[in-house]
């Protein structure tokens, strides 16, 4: 193998189809089919099943297709720390965040980026937490943050902050500012109350479930919705209640569409998820990864509630 006909494989299952992978690499499709063949041919192992509609991967491409990415990215960064050397902190740095999270950490964390790393890149996406683990492993991520982790080999863990969960309700009308000592559900009251919540493994959903079970309850679930956003369309529209940040209600266009209260534990606490930060145990982080870990601290202590 080498990295030409790595990069080739990788494109041409990323967008399931040689004309398009030929077009965004720049290469004539001939050329581009006869480096996948020599490759198949090397490992022993149909790598793409073609078709009329392009091609996807079989299951040993899958497998080379995780190892890939894993291997493309580790170049690119070996890139980046050779230029350094020549001043400055520079190359691309991946950052997986919750979607709930990058509702109000993205635009924020860019714009420093971008103040304090001018020469560095920056790309943000979106996932689950369990999603973001396996990123980052197979070297796609290079940070990542994560609710409710939990100590693994393979990544590092720091606390970054904690989220109290509140209940979201439809207002019916001029909502009053909340009264913490008063304003709040309890948690038999939220087990008794048709909830619109995320599809498991969602960490939220699974922390609520926690916590119930822990007292002999269970939630409601009326709607399995994965995303804020539709989740908040459906609470205004009636469908039920949700248990989300305070923070993911006043990003969305019409917070005051909601009514929010404090949930109690037993012990009169309130319900929170703790956030961390994760990166691969198996790389070291290079300065511009380390800048951006510092980044996201300092972000979210300005605008993550609770940090």
Known sequence: MDLRQIEYFVRVAELGSFTRAAAALGVAQPALSRQIRLLEVELRQNLLKRHGRGAQPTEAGQLLLEHGRGILHQVAHAHDELARLRGGLSGRVALGLPPSVARVLAVPLMQAFRAELPQARLAISEALSTGMVESLVAGRLDVAVLYNATPLAEVEITPLCSEELLLVERATGPAAPADPDTDYATLGELSRLPLVIPSRPNAIRMHVETTLAAVGLQPDVAMEVDGVPAILDLVAGGAGCAVLSRHAVESAPRPDAFTLRRIRTPRALALEIP????????????????????????QARAHLHRA
Do not use: E, G, K, N
């Open 275 to 298: 956030l961390f930060t994760a990166v691969s145990a198996r790389r070291p982080a290079t300065r511009t990864q380390q800048a951006l870990l510092a980044l996201v601290h300092a």
